[in-house]
């Protein structure tokens, strides 16, 4: 892979970056998940199905916070060498 590929994954996966992450998959995860499910959640019909729904819920707050993250670490390192 590239440079700028490996750089990224090393900021992707940096203890910041995932401390941060999850920190705003746990703040946004829950509002989004009582947006997009509140009407299962009410009427309490959760199967199987649902699970996936909302661990998927919590997954894209944390990629888009991770994948900001890293790509703000990768400008910050570039500009700098």
Known sequence: MGK???LF???FFRRETVVRAIK???IV???L???NHH???LSLELHRHMYLK???T???PYCVSAYSSASAYCADELRGS
Do not use: S
Request: no cysteine.
């Open 4 to 6: 700028r590929f490996d």
């Open 33 to 35: 998940i009582i947006i």
């Open 24 to 26: 705003v998959a746990v």
């Open 9 to 11: 994954l090393k900021n």
């Open 58 to 60: 919590f997954l894209v």
């Open 29 to 31: 995860g829950p509002i």
């Open 39 to 41: 009407d299962a959640l």
């Open 54 to 56: 909302i661990a998927l």
